[in-house]
């Protein structure tokens, strides 16, 4: 119907009796918003009733369909030394077992796209020591957790991926279309940062980085400078220059005190997993999958590791088990 879910929501919430209000007494409510009413009512009514079981589930021609086959991310363009690249990568993903190449192919489109060809290569040779403990008898289960995951901890999110993703024309794209903005009207969009020291010396040097680190005043002083809240309008030429400029230091990203503890991190976690492959091949799978526990950006990503470093503390418990 055009409109936001909420409208949805409330009227399968209408639907349900859970709240002692008639039904026009939400239409009425709706109504006094004054903005987007007629699409909003027409979702509203449309999940009542579905609620109530008068209407009938809508029927998607999508869902009808088979699945579609796996598409190939062999078609690309570019610079014709890094399509060279990028196709010297893809043989490579060829050669793997086949159960494995799907994931392994979307793993190396990701890695790619967060950094460069260089990185790609990184992700295959990581991928490729968990091939060589692998079988077709498993079902090459290590291999395919390695792929998914270790594409997943390459590519941390950091300042420099977040200001990268915001000023894509990709994004402006979609949230027009999310809004639903009119083609040729002007659309507003302010952005929320709240960098705390932690990202402030993640963006910097390794050495400088730790420098600022390791000197809990020197950290306090300039946090306290740094970690407030800001909103950065990205329809603007200030703004979008700012996060633009952020988010092309992506080239010097490996020099920095982020990529290396994150690197550091992942090296401890993978090689754990595959020290234990042929001992325990389940275990090693297991581990490999930990790493979905790891998400997020700034302090919800240190809780996310904390935890993720609470779990894996529990191994020696699980030896011989």
């Not at 008639?22 to 918003?33: D, H």
């Not at 004054?34 to 979702?43: E, T, Y």
């Not at 994931?103 to 460069?116: C, F, I, N, P, S």
């Not at 799978?285 to 700034?298: A, D, F, M, Q, V």
Request: aromatic share 8%; net charge positive.
């Amino acid at each position: 119907n055009g409109t936001m879910i909420s409208a949805s929501l409330l009227g399968a919430l209408a639907g349900s009796d859970a709240l002692p209000f008639t039904r026009e007494s939400y239409e009425q409510a709706i109504g006094a918003g004054g903005r987007g009413v007629k699409a909003s009512l027409a979702a509203f009514g449309a999940a009542c009733d579905r609620a109530l079981g008068i209407a009938a589930a809508p029927t998607s021609e999508k869902a009808a369909k088979p699945a579609a086959e796996p598409k190939s991310t062999a078609k690309v363009s570019g610079p014709e030394t890094l399509l060279k690249g990028w196709q010297q990568l893809a043989a490579r993903v060829a050669a793997l077992p086949e159960p494995l190449r799907d994931m392994a192919e979307r793993g190396l489109k990701k890695v790619v796209d967060y950094q460069d060809i260089a990185y790609g290569g990184e992700y295959l040779d990581r991928l490729d020591k968990a091939v060589a403990l692998d079988s077709a008898e498993r079902g090459y289960a290590l291999s395919i957790a390695a792929a998914k995951h270790l594409a997943n901890a390459m590519c941390y999110d950091d300042m420099i991926r977040v200001a990268d993703l915001k000023t894509r024309s990709t994004r402006d794209k979609r949230v027009r279309k999310e809004v639903g903005v009119k083609e040729g009207s002007v659309l507003q969009v302010t952005e929320y940062f709240h960098p705390r020291i932690e990202e402030f010396c993640g963006t910097m040097p390794a050495g400088l980085g730790s420098y600022i680190e390791k000197r809990p005043k020197l950290a306090a002083f300039l946090d306290r400078r740094i970690n407030r809240g800001r909103h950065i309008r990205t329809d603007s030429f200030t703004g979008f220059a700012m996060l633009w400029f952020i988010g092309g230091l992506r080239r010097w990203r490996r020099r920095l005190l982020r990529h290396k503890v994150e690197t550091e991190h992942l090296e401890r976690w993978y090689g754990l997993a595959l020290g234990h492959a042929r001992q325990d091949y389940a275990l090693a799978t297991e581990i490999l999958n930990c790493r979905r526990l790891i998400k997020g950006y700034s302090d919800t990503h240190a809780r996310a590791q904390s935890k993720f470093d609470c779990v894996l503390s529990a191994l020696p418990m699980l030896k011989d088990r």
